[in-house]
């Protein structure tokens, strides 16, 4: 009978030791990670904001700008029209509550869908993902029209010479969810139009109206119950009265859902969670 060579043998635990379990992996590289990927984003933002801003003269001045050209223009012009705005007496203020919110959904849900597109060549590095992309883009954007709302809205309030009872919370409600819904559309466009290049002028042309069907420039409550039934499915209607709620005391959006709009973004957000996850590496490579 032939004998096993002692090296060949796997090798006993000392006498009186119980083989313990393997060591841990070290939350280091973890961290480092976590910290590396908020650099990429960092590095993005930054890259965006040279490339939007620091190359348009005046730079960040026109952020602020169109909106407040676009406020003046509707205040003018329905000033002219009729008398008084559905709310209060100053058309600035009430245009201003109504197409900011708007804007802000606007703006994050369209930067956010062209994010793989804008940020296509860093993308094929590997520290480089497409969600720290999409991250880049709604940080940036989000925080601009946050910070062009209060801009605005202080400037109106203090030339106006209004005594409006100010609701912050329901304020700033309406805007973070103005952001939530940019991101989740933006989010899901950003791989639709990834795999089909037509849904971006498809989209552009479906949503053309909603400009209009938002809320900016009539309450819901002056609506016929028809609309009323068919634009309350519009999430965007529901952050313009919740918004009005915060400069209008007297005010009370009862339409307003906030849970409506939260399950909307949320479903849409993670659609476009799934799909890119699924099919980014198809969209990067056409």
């Keep these: 009978m032939t004998t096993t060579p002692s090296a060949a ?18 939350p ?35 952020a602020v700008l169109e909106p407040l050209a676009a406020i003046l223009f509707l205040s003018i012009g329905f000033s002219l029209v009729i008398r008084s705005p559905s709310l209060g007496t100053s058309f600035l203020l009430f245009y201003a509550t109504g197409y900011l919110p708007f804007d802000l959904y606007n703006s994050v849900s369209s930067t956010t869908a062209r994010a793989v597109n804008f940020s296509r060549p860093l993308l094929k590095f590997p520290a ?22 209060i801009l605005l809205l202080g400037g109106v309030l203090a030339v106006i010479d209004s005594r409006t009872v100010l609701d912050l919370p329901a304020a700033v409600l309406a805007m973070a969810l103005a952001m939530a819904l940019g991101l989740g559309l933006g989010t899901l466009n950003c791989a639709l139009t990834g795999l089909f290049p037509l849904w971006e002028v498809a989209w552009s042309i479906i949503t ?19 609309a009323q039934d068919i634009l309350w ?54």
């Design 128 to 149: 480089v993902t497409w969600l720290d992309a999409v991250l880049a883009r709604f940080l940036l954007n989000s925080l601009t029209g946050a910070l062009v709302a």
């Design 28 to 62: 280091a590289a973890g961290r480092a990670r976590r910290f590396a990927s908020l650099r990429t984003v960092a590095a993005l933002v930054l890259r965006e904001m040279s490339t939007r801003y620091g190359r348009t003269p005046g730079g960040y001045l026109w």
């Design 233 to 286: 499915y519009n999430p965007v209607m529901h952050i313009t009265g919740l918004m009005r709620t915060g400069f209008y005391p007297a005010y009370a959006a009862s339409y307003a859902s906030v849970t409506y709009v939260l399950a909307v973004s949320l479903i849409l957000l993670a659609l476009g969670l799934v799909m890119m996850g699924r099919y980014h590496r198809d969209i990067l490579n056409r």
């Design 9 to 26: 043998r796997p090798s006993a635990p000392p006498p009186g030791r119980s083989p313990g379990p393997a060591p841990a992996l070290r």
């Design 208 to 226: 053309r109206p909603l400009f209009i069907a938002s809320g900016i420039f009539f309450l819901y409550e002056d609506l016929p119950p028809l």
